[in-house]
């Protein structure tokens, strides 16, 4: 079955830095990934997502970037604020699993003021 | 978005019991729902598939016979803790998809076994 890595496992930066968490999954065939925030006792929330199909997608200070052959694909904050430190896991699904989501270890973002 | 709402938030239970956790899906059909488990500092680990009117497909690993699933109508999923026990104690999610692919999760719940 798919297996999902990611790293690192902590990340802390400085207010205004970018901040990069890369993931690798092992199944070509899965084809949707999802990224969420999660904060501490809540339910994870998406914050952006992408498809296969697509090697880039940017929303405001967040990208997604997806390398098909390689199996890998990376989450980029910029211009990080003390509201983004959390714990933000990765994902991989199959469409055809209608959302069966198999998640990286997650990484806690620390922004520091 | 879809909601998902998720009952009860919190449970404490003593040792030997079991715990009812219901996940409905508020504002659209779910024939698929799934069920996390998070333990703390850790990631969801997938737990079971929920099938609306059949048996759930477990993943490996988690014993089909302490963890009770019954999907029997299309907003309703229920997952029993049975003969609950400490290490049981965890943060229980489950999720349902509408027509978009984007997975929805409930508030989840937080299980402690004493």
């Known amino acids: 079955g798919e297996n999902v890595e990611q790293h690192p496992s902590t990340l802390s930066v400085q207010e205004g830095d970018s901040a990069v968490i890369k993931c690798t999954y092992s199944d070509s065939a899965s084809n949707y990934f999802p990224w969420y925030k999660q904060e501490l006792g809540k339910r994870p929330q998406l914050i952006i997502d992408?498809?296969?199909?697509?090697g880039e997608k940017k929303d405001q200070r967040i990208a997604v970037t997806l390398n098909k052959t390689a199996k890998h694909f990376s989450l980029h904050i910029t211009e990080t604020q003390p509201e983004d430190s959390a714990v933000y896991f990765c994902?991989?699904?199959?469409?055809?699993?209608?959302?069966?989501?198999?998640f990286g270890q997650g990484t806690e973002l620390s922004v520091k003021p | 978005g879809a909601v998902v709402s998720q009952h009860p938030s919190r449970v404490i239970c003593k040792s030997g019991t079991s715990v009812k956790i219901e996940c409905r899906s508020l504002?659209?059909?779910?024939?698929?729902m799934f069920w996390y488990r998070q333990f703390p500092k850790q990631s969801l680990m997938l737990m079971a598939t929920s099938n609306e009117g059949s048996k759930a497909t477990y993943e490996q690993g988690v014993e089909k016979d302490k963890f009770l699933i019954n999907h029997a109508s299309l907003t309703l999923s229920t997952l029993t803790v049975t003969s609950a026990h400490p290490e049981d104690s965890s943060f229980y999610i489950c999720?349902?998809?509408?027509?978009?692919?984007?997975?929805?999760f409930g508030q989840g719940t937080r299980l402690t076994v004493v």
């Open positions: 999720s349902a998809n509408s027509l978009s692919t984007e997975a929805f």
């Open positions: 504002d659209f059909q779910a024939t698929t």
């Open positions: 994902a991989a699904s199959l469409n055809n699993q209608g959302g069966k989501l198999i």
């Open positions: 992408i498809r296969s199909n697509v």
